[in-house]
């Protein structure tokens, strides 16, 4: 098993404390105040969120992103008008701030038209990955500052949304190359798009023939079976692990059905609802993005992916941070050929950031 | 007085026997990525299981598949009619990440297909040719994309000239009324744009009734056909049981023209353009590829049509039948002419050498 994708659950990071000791209480003391300071501070701070879509023109990806935050973050285009089909991939980001109840929550959305249109689609998850990088390094270059920002932008990418289209069969070889490379990098959560094209049965075959491809070719996707904390999350999480890749549909005009005004796309045979769950299983991709699993999609890409990243940096720049010194991480000369680039060795696995849980506050 | 009927009206009645005797052979490709639905359109069009047996290859066995071209046979029978049908597909096509020339194969078996012909033709016992030449190519063009991609352009400009296209959008059922309308547009004008040449149904003739015109020009208006294919029988409390595909939130027919083109793919494929098909492709696309193999394996400074008529008999007879396998024949032809060009270019230098040497002799004699 890769080395580089083990790491302690961020909440056992406390790597040197003793063991607590559990003590009795004699009264009411108002810890759990503390909860309702937490709340307080991240209402008006707000929350931070990066996802990306990637995925062939047409499969459906910006009009996804309208449906899953109920808003037109991206003016979805009908099939047949004038887009200029990009001959090289480019990536394409957006940014809003969202309102919901008081919580604030600042969405940046990438999209990357022009992956796998092409004849030659080679390497074409380079610039992705590229990209996914750089926000890396943007971070890493605020955090070793000598004075750094209170709150540094978190540009990272938390979650990329991959969309298999849905031929009904299994996982073609463009898809395998780009989660095998993606899965290293990022939370990747793949979903089988425009669903609509699918009956039950067929979307339950093809759903178990991915899960084998996934298996076969060793692909973790989110979420990820070796960041199980404990028991709970592990029941939790392998009910969500049971359904990926989920079947989806997205919509964003509203009709009427049976009184009710909902979203979704009308044929001459039916109306097919969005957050019908009989329909499609976009309430399931919702929840999991957006109502249960943003925060801990935060928090694997910062305790788990990012820390990854700023290992092998640290390594290829030969220079560990030394106190309260800038460390200039300009690439080393190029090293001696053998294996520098390996894993790094078992005492750094463990090794923690100083304040790996400055993101919350 | 007898009246003066001479009889040949029965004429259409003795070819329909003829043929209905002979029966009918129709060769026809399937293309496009895989996932669209291209199988189960086949076994819907003809009734069959052609694809019962078909192994779905797995993830793994993809990284390193090639594309090979598949040719299945069905012999179908409807009213006394046999009709040879066999469905040539290509697995693998679009799949891999590199694409580059993976059309080649596709072409090349077209060709070999016309080869095979021309040397039949040409050949001494004519009367029993198996007319293996494709004669027509459905094309699947992916319903999700924004019309056709730059794999679908290079693929039909490749096989345009060859092979009579009948664009199909596959899977319409993922469509929208207005999607389909706004993506078969987006096709029709960039078919236009690239000078991509499908099959041109034929003009209906000016004497037909209204509503046979009315219905044609409709069906020319559909193209590409957007299509949804099922072999399955869905019991679904309606009047009779209908062919197509049961949703959770309605049923797609099959055979309902509200829903889909497969009415009018059909009607158009079996009933009403398949002798025009072949017709097509033995008299414009076949005579077209022995025109050009022809003239290629004729010498430079060949004859062709216009300049034979001047030297009438004399030139029919020189044109080389291709007893050998075409590529030989070139290979002797072009050395032969190579001989012939070395020659000559010793005999220019053979003689320019003399000139100066006589020029020379000259001058000396002058001075």
């Known amino acids: 098993m890769d080395p580089l994708r083990h ?16 003590c009795e209480r004699l009264g009411y003391v108002g810890i759990e105040a503390v909860l309702d300071q937490l709340k ?16 062939q023109s047409g499969l459906g990806k910006s009009t996804m992103v309208n449906t899953l935050f109920k808003s ?3 003016k979805s285009t009908m099939p047949g008008l004038r887009v200029p089909m990009p001959q090289t991939l480019q990536l394409h980001s957006v940014t809003h701030v969202i309102e919901e109840n008081g919580v604030k929550l600042k969405l940046t959305v990438t999209d990357t038209p022009g992956f796998g249109d092409q004849i030659n689609n080679d390497k074409c998850w380079d610039p992705i990955l590229g990209y996914i990088n750089e926000q890396y ?39 395998l190359e780009f989660l095998q490379r993606l899965c290293r990098a990022v939370n990747v959560v793949p979903v089988i798009a425009r669903a609509d094209s699918l ?16 298996k076969t070719h060793s692909i973790e996707v989110y979420p990820q079976k070796s960041f199980d904390e404990d028991v709970n999350d592990k029941i939790l999480n392998s009910k969500i692990r049971e359904r990926i ?26 109306i097919i609802e969005v957050e019908n769950m009989a329909h499609c299983e976009f309430p399931l ?4 993005l957006i109502r249960s699993h943003l925060q801990d999609l935060k928090d694997i890409t910062h305790n788990v992916h990012y820390e990854n990243y700023r290992i092998i940096r640290l390594k290829e720049s030969h220079a560990l941070p030394q106190g309260p010194g800038w460390v200039n991480l300009a690439p080393a000369p190029p090293p001696a050929p053998t294996g520098t680039r390996a894993s790094p060795g078992p005492a750094k696995m463990c090794r923690w950031a100083e304040d790996n849980s400055d993101e919350d506050f | 007085m007898d009246k003066e009927y001479v009889g040949f009206a029965a004429l259409p009645n003795q070819l329909h026997r003829k043929s209905v005797k002979k029966g009918f052979d129709f060769t026809l490709m399937v293309a496009g990525e895989s996932g669209l639905g291209k199988s189960t359109l086949i076994n819907s069009l003809f009734l069959t299981n052609l694809y019962e047996d078909r192994q779905i290859p797995e993830a793994s066995a993809r990284l390193t598949q090639t594309l090979t071209i598949e040719r299945r046979g069905v012999e179908i029978e409807e009213g006394g009619i046999k009709v040879k049908l066999t469905v040539v597909d290509t697995p693998g096509f679009g799949d891999s990440v590199d694409c580059s020339d993976c059309w080649l194969p596709v072409v090349h078996f077209i060709e070999e297909q016309f080869e095979q012909y021309l040397r039949d033709e040409s050949g001494l016992n004519r009367k029993n040719i198996q007319d293996s030449r494709v004669h027509c190519c459905l094309y699947f063009i992916s319903p999700f994309g924004r019309g056709l991609r730059p794999l679908d352009v290079a693929f039909l400009r490749a096989v345009h000239e060859k092979v009579n296209i009948i664009p199909v959008i596959g899977k319409a059922d993922a469509l929208m009324p207005k999607e389909t309308q706004a993506l078969k547009q987006k096709i029709r004008e960039q078919l236009k744009e690239e000078e991509i040449n499908i099959y041109q149904f034929p003009e209906c003739d000016s004497d037909e009734d209204e509503d046979f015109k009315r219905q044609d020009a409709e069906m020319k208006e559909s193209i590409p056909f957007a299509v949804v294919g099922s072999c399955e029988v869905v019991r679904d409390g309606g009047p009779r049981p209908v062919r197509g595909r049961h949703y959770s939130w309605g049923t797609v027919e099959v055979e309902n023209p509200h829903h889909c083109d497969f009415l009018n793919l059909r009607r158009m494929l079996v009933q009403t353009h398949l002798q025009d098909l072949k017709e097509v492709t033995h008299d414009l ?25 001047k030297l009438s008999r004399q030139s029919a007879t020189e044109i080389p039948l291709p007893m050998l396998p075409l590529a030989d024949t070139e290979k002797l032809i072009r050395e032969k002419d190579e001989e012939l060009r070395r020659m000559q270019e010793m005999l220019e230098k053979m003689q320019a050498q003399m000139q100066l040497s006589q020029a020379q002799g000259e001058q000396s004699d002058a001075l």
């Open chain 1, 199 to 214: 009956t039950i049965e067929e979307r339950e075959a093809f759903r178990h023939r991915i899960q084998d491809d996934l």
């Open chain 1, 137 to 175: 390094e943007r971070y890493l270059q605020e955090e070793i500052l000598i004075t750094r920002q209170r709150h540094i932008p978190d540009t990272r990418v938390h979650c990329c949304i991959y969309f298999v289209p849905p031929t009904g069969h299994c996982l073609r070889p463009l898809d």
């Open chain 1, 72 to 74: 037109k973050i991206w």
């Open chain 2, 285 to 309: 696309l076949y005579e077209g590829y022995r025109a050009r193999c022809l003239q290629s394996l004729a010498r430079p400074g060949a004859r062709d049509r216009a300049s034979r008529s």
């Open chain 1, 40 to 55: 307080i501070k991240a209402m008006k701070m707000g929350f931070e969120f990066n996802i990306m879509v990637v995925g």
């Open chain 1, 7 to 22: 790491s302690p659950s961020p909440s056992s990071s406390r790597a040197s404390s003793p063991r607590t000791l559990s």
């Open chain 1, 285 to 288: 991709l919702r929840d999991l």
């Open chain 1, 245 to 270: 890749p989920f079947a989806v549909v997205g919509a964003d005009r509203e009709h009427m059905v049976n009184g009710r005004c909902v979203l979704g796309r009308k044929m001459k045979w039916g």
